[in-house]
């Protein structure tokens, strides 16, 4: 497969923060922030793909400052790095006061997708490369997050395991 730029993933939404979407401290819920954050995620692995894609896991989600109601939500997304058939999507929340013109970044998140084929199953995507040095900056350090991420996941698979699916007052 042909490899692409960063560039060509890259995927932007721009949102009002409106009163139901907060929370007792009129502030964004982080779950609805979450929501945003997963779907244009997802929109950039399919532009690298242009397969259908699952999201595999969500690492690295850090809340820096609140968004009122009345801000505005700014996200890009863009794939940084693949493996074979998984994609590393880089997520970059700025918030702004529509008055004040004030910006800040609110919100940094890395996913995880994974593309599918027909029947389901995981199938190659195309490899990335960076170009700006942001991308450069981000595309080198995805292994170190991609170790982690595997260690994670096979601490929760691990932990799942020895829980167990049964109910707790089951016992």
């Known amino acids: 497969m042909k490899a692409k730029p960063c560039s060509n993933s890259l995927s932007v939404k721009t949102t009002h923060v409106h009163p139901p979407d907060t929370n007792i401290h009129g ?3 982080g779950g609805t922030l979450l929501a ?18 699952v999201t595999a896991s969500i690492d690295s989600v ?10 505005a ?9 693949t493996r074979n058939t998984s994609m590393e999507i880089f997520v970059k929340v700025i ?5 004040t013109e004030e910006r800040g970044v609110c ?10 084929d027909e029947n389901g ?24 997050r991609a170790e982690q991420r595997g260690k994670r996941r096979r ?17």
């Open 27 to 29: 502030t964004l819920f």
């Open 36 to 53: 945003h954050i997963d779907d244009l995620a997802a929109i950039a692995a399919v532009k690298h793909c242009r397969k259908p894609v």
């Open 62 to 71: 850090d809340f820096l400052t609140p968004v009122k109601a009345g801000d």
């Open 73 to 81: 939500i700014l996200i890009e997304a863009f794939v940084t790095w």
């Open 95 to 99: 918030t702004e006061n529509l008055v």
């Open 107 to 116: 919100n940094t998140a890395f996913l995880t997708f994974v593309a599918i």
């Open 121 to 144: 199953r995981p199938t190659p995507v195309p490899p990335v490369y960076p170009e700006t040095e942001y991308e450069k900056t981000l595309h080198e350090t995805a292994p170190e």
């Open 155 to 171: 601490n929760s698979k691990s932990f799942a395991q020895e829980i167990g699916s049964d109910y707790i007052w089951d016992k």
